[in-house]
Nanobody
Framework: QEQVVESGGGLVQPGGSLRLSCLAS????????MKWFRQVPGKERELVAG????????MYADSVKGRFTISRDDAKNTVYLQMNGLKPEDTAAYYC??????????????WGQGTQVTVTS
């Protein structure tokens, strides 16, 4: 069964760091665009970072630029989100998303169940 599972969340003080991992099983991440989202209860889900299939291009929400880094290691079938200089407003459930499409219109998309990040003193 194809799935992605996030890990690495936890409780951290402001200014601290965490590295989230997204491990895929049942399929290969090669060819997939990977993204990290986050969501606070009662708020809209927010796109935090993305990386193309080749790992040559990344994008970030303005709120995390300069602090977060997305990367991928296809050999390990894993995508990472390195989070530095964490702020209380980064507190959220973080979700991993994998997406692939073909010219024939076939789409493949997988979501993890999320990992909680809490930034507080």
């Amino acid at each position: 069964q194809e799935q992605v599972v996030e890990s690495g969340g936890g409780l951290v003080q402001p200014g601290g760091s965490l590295r989230l991992s997204c491990l895929a099983s049942g399929f290969s991440l090669k060819g997939y665009v990977m993204k990290w989202f986050r969501q606070v209860p009662g708020k809209e889900r927010e796109l935090v970072a993305g990386i193309n299939a080749a790992g040559t291009n990344t994008m970030y929400a303005d709120s995390v630029k300069g602090r977060f880094t997305i990367s991928r290691d296809d050999a390990k079938n894993t995508v990472y989100l390195q989070m530095n200089g964490l702020k209380p407003e980064d507190t959220a459930a973080y979700y991993c998303n994998a997406y692939f499409s073909t010219f024939g219109g076939r789409e493949y998309e997988y979501w993890g169940q999320g990992t909680q990040v809490t930034v507080t003193s």
